[in-house]
């Protein structure tokens, strides 16, 4: 599984300098500091860890685990979406479970 940034409240971090200028992983990021700082922070790791090892459960695969976990899921289908976040309802990645 190859990760191209990690967000660790409240910083980015970006494996790659050049991806620093990729606004839809940037996005992305930022969903993810939205989620967390709505949960409160420490929640939001043990929710997202959680999660991972029930999907990893179903799943058998890391991939899989970790691209159906709520987090992910609701922040790769808006990441595209540069704008998301100024519209985006608080707990919003509850649909995505």
Do not use: C
Not at 17 to 45: D, G, S, T
């Amino acid at each position: 599984m190859k990760i191209s940034g990690i967000t660790l409240f409240p910083f980015i971090f970006i494996e790659k300098k050049e991806l620093r200028w990729n606004k839809v992983l940037i996005n992305h990021e930022k969903i993810h500091l939205r989620q967390q700082l709505e949960m409160l922070i420490i929640p939001f790791y043990i929710w997202y860890i959680t999660e991972y090892f029930l999907k990893y459960l179903k799943y058998k695969n890391p991939q899989l685990a970790y691209r159906n976990i709520s987090f992910e899921r609701e922040a790769y289908e808006n990441d595209s979406n540069l704008n998301f976040l100024k519209t985006r309802k608080l707990w919003n990645f509850l649909k995505f479970i």
